[in-house]
């Protein structure tokens, strides 16, 4: 295999996982703004309300206990994800380094292959001479 195809198999396979990461990470920070737009439409709504002061803040501090134990479910779903994701991008690449090798060493054997009988006989004219 010509290091120009070794070459282009290795960027593309670097293009993959990269594109594969990033996909992956904008869908991440979308959910990420979809939560942050909840809860400060959630705050609005309740300092808007017309009702007082001690039961809004009753209010407020239970509707943030409740977002904070859904934001903590939802990061660490998200975490968790992140890290199959990357999990499998790493599985991925090194399977496709190891197939790589093996195609490398079975080119290398090759041209042993085809080039050893040459040499041994340049070694044998050479020790004659």
Known sequence: ????R?????????????????????GFLFVGGLLLGSV??????LLM???SGKKTRKQLLRKGQKVRKQTAKTVKHKVEQVQ????QVST?????????????QDALGDQKDRWG???EAG??????A
Not at 6 to 26: C, D, H, M
Not at 84 to 87: E, G, I, P, R, V
Not at 123 to 128: F, I, L, M, N, P
């Open 6 to 26: 070794i070459s282009e198999v290795r960027t593309s396979q670097r293009e993959s996982g990269q594109e594969q990461l990033s996909g992956f990470l904008a």
């Open 123 to 128: 070694k044998t004219a050479v020790h004659k």
């Open 92 to 104: 991925s690449i090194h399977e496709q380094v190891e197939d790589l090798q093996e195609r490398v």
């Open 1 to 4: 295999m010509s290091q120009k």
């Open 84 to 87: 199959d994701k990357a999990n």
């Open 40 to 45: 400060a439409g959630a705050g609005v709504m």
């Open 49 to 51: 309300a017309p009702q």
């Open 117 to 119: 009988p040459v040499i």
